[in-house]
């Protein structure tokens, strides 16, 4: 199709549709367009940034008629941050986006339809939810400090200290290193020539607990480049709750933001929480559930699904600091748990010991690897009673990252032939992928329950149950 669209060109929109990323989709002469902010429901003028063959991108300048999901956001920055995507839809509006996102890429890349799913579980305030938030730091071009959060897929920093989905408190952790930082005339990281100190600011809340972390990640090798540090723990202790002030060390050239080592500047080198009535030890690497009330929800749903008696034998793969698996431990027999990140196995066997859970066992390594490898060995122990249950466990839980499992390891988990697979995805697209090969390998979805952990983005999770054919 040939437009007379141009760039720069203003055209009128009426929303119709949301794409993956939360952006609006309109039509003007049949030319689609995709606008950043706007909402299904809303007429809007829009201004066209970049066209191609048959879509273009374009830039929401004024809502001519606001949809009746529009509302006012809460955060000042929220159309600058690239932390929220929709931010400016009713939450239940947001819910019902998700909740048909899910079972579209259930039907549509997974194949399926005879399923149960659930009403999405949303949380009853949205907001100040988030346990851990990781701030960048910069300077504007008069060399003043800048903290705040990226702009939408740059580098660009948006000054903002309050942001309302997190913990109220990290407005005051980082104001007060700004002030020491400007004090001691310590340098914020320049990513574009590789220098200057301080990277990011790493905040970690206890939710229960009330305990606060703080990890100032520096490119520098030694915890000497903060000079007069007693100067920023003594002020971060004046506040209520402060547990931990860390400093992490990453001199790579790197979009990662935490490097491997981490030293105390004061106090302990964890923080600790609670799910239900396990408590866990956090370390500043550690992956952990970043919304603590909706992860009650989601363990709660996953422990019903793996549908646990005492007896059972239970892998948790993909485990972190052993979240899940210790939730399991105390309902089954016997819990291995596999993560990638040494340090989060640390705090997994850690977190064990000092909740007396002491059936759990943890592998370090990719669960692509490890699972067969000792599917492998096992399997020429089967006289061994324990080889045999190891290899052939009850129920598999998997809770990968949002690139999914390999399949290398969805085939093992087919030869181990548990009852029941209990699948928890923060990505639904993959998830659809990775169910589509487990139904046709021996395995009907039975259950489907989305659980939104991140309000104002586009992002959900899910918990899925599925049970092995006879
Ligand atoms: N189940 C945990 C963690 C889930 S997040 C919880 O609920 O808290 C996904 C975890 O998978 C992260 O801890 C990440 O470090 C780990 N991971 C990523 N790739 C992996 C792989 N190939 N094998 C094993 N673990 C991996």
């Known amino acids: 199709m040939k437009s007379e669209f141009k760039k720069d060109d203003c055209v009128t929109l009426h929303i119709e549709d949301i794409g993956t990323g939360g952006e609006g989709i309109g039509k003007a002469d049949g030319f689609t ?92 305030t949205p907001y100040a939810y988030r346990n851990k938030a ?32 997190g913990a109220p408190e990290n407005g005051e952790v980082l104001r007060k290193v700004k002030a020491y930082m400007q004090k001691n005339q310590i340098r914020p990281y320049n990513e574009e020539h590789h220098s200057g100190i301080v990277r990011h600011i790493l905040i970690r809340t206890g939710y229960h607990t009330k305990e606060i972390m703080v990890c100032l990640i520096v490119n520098a090798a030694k915890a000497s480049c903060l000079k007069n540090a007693e100067q920023l723990t003594e002020s ?8 931990s002030v860390m400093v992490n060390f990453n001199t790579e050239k790197t979009n990662v933001i935490l490097g491997k080592k981490s030293e105390v500047l004061w106090g302990q080198p964890y923080i600790e929480d ?121 129920v598999v839980v998997v809770d990968p990252p949002r690139k999914g499992c390999e399949e290398i390891l969805l085939e093992t988990i087919v030869k181990m032939q548990p009852q029941r697979i209990v699948y928890v995805s923060c990505d639904s697209a993959t998830l659809a992928r990775d169910l589509k090969f487990l139904s046709a390998n021996g395995y009907a979805v039975k259950k489907v329950q989305p659980v939104d952990q991140f309000g104002h983005s586009v992002h959900i999770e899910t918990v899925v149950l599925l049970s092995q054919l006879k």
């Not at 066209?48 to 809502?63: C, D, H, P, Q």
């Not at 008629?65 to 839809?89: F, L, N």
């Open 33 to 124: 367009f995709f606008v950043k902010d706007a909402i299904v429901g809303d007429v809007i003028e829009a201004k066209i940034m970049k066209l191609k063959k048959n879509y273009g991108y374009a830039r929401l300048m004024k809502v001519l008629t606001p949809s009746k999901d529009r509302v006012e956001p809460k955060c000042p920055v929220a159309r600058q941050c690239g932390g929220c995507q929709i931010q400016e839809m009713r939450y239940e509006a947001q819910l019902a986006f998700k909740q048909k996102m899910v079972q579209n890429n259930l039907e549509r890349i997974g194949g399926l339809s005879d399923f149960e799913m659930y009403p999405v579980i949303g949380m009853e």
């Open 134 to 165: 990781q701030f960048p730091v910069g300077e504007d071009k008069d060399g003043n400090i800048v903290i705040g959060f990226y702009a939408g897929r740059t580098h660009h920093i948006v000054e903002q200290t309050d942001c309302c989905i």
């Open 236 to 243: 971060l202790r004046e506040m209520d709750g402060m547990t």
């Open 274 to 394: 609670f799910i239900g009535d396990v408590k866990y030890q956090i370390s500043p690497q550690s992956f952990f559930q970043v919304n603590p009330m909706q992860t009650e929800k989601l363990y709660a749903k996953a422990l019903e699904y793996a549908g646990l008696t005492g007896n059972e034998t239970v892998w948790d793969l993909y485990c972190g600091i052993g979240t899940i698996s210790l939730f399991l431990a105390k309902n089954a027999r016997k819990v291995y748990g596999v993560e990638i990140v040494p340090q989060a196995i640390e705090d997994a066997r850690n977190n064990a010991k000092r909740n007396g859970i002491d059936n759990a066992e943890f592998f370090v390594g990719k669960a692509e690897e490890v699972v067969p490898a000792f599917y492998e060995k096992a399997l020429k122990q089967v006289q061994d009673s324990e080889a045999g249950k190891s290899i052939h466990p009850d």
